[in-house]
């Protein structure tokens, strides 16, 4: 069987005034492979763009598995 990376997308969760539970961003059209250092850096930039304090993120990869 092989597989055939089809897509990654990154879902960051902030909190902040006004959701303290969380508020969920997604971004699609990430590369293959996402380095912890690059969440962390697209974390910071959402924190100095906002007041709001950077919580997690979920990365999703979608594979297509064909048997040969």
Not at 5 to 17: F, N
Not at 33 to 60: N, P, R
């Amino acid at each position: 069987m092989g597989k055939n990376w089809l897509k990654t997308a990154v879902t960051v969760t902030i909190s902040g005034e006004g959701h303290e539970e969380g508020l969920k961003r997604s971004f699609g059209n990430m590369p293959e492979t996402v380095t912890d250092d690059q969440i962390k850096g697209l974390g910071s930039v959402l924190e100095a763009v906002s007041k709001d304090k950077f919580d997690f993120a979920t990365v999703t990869t979608t594979e297509k598995i064909v048997n040969n």
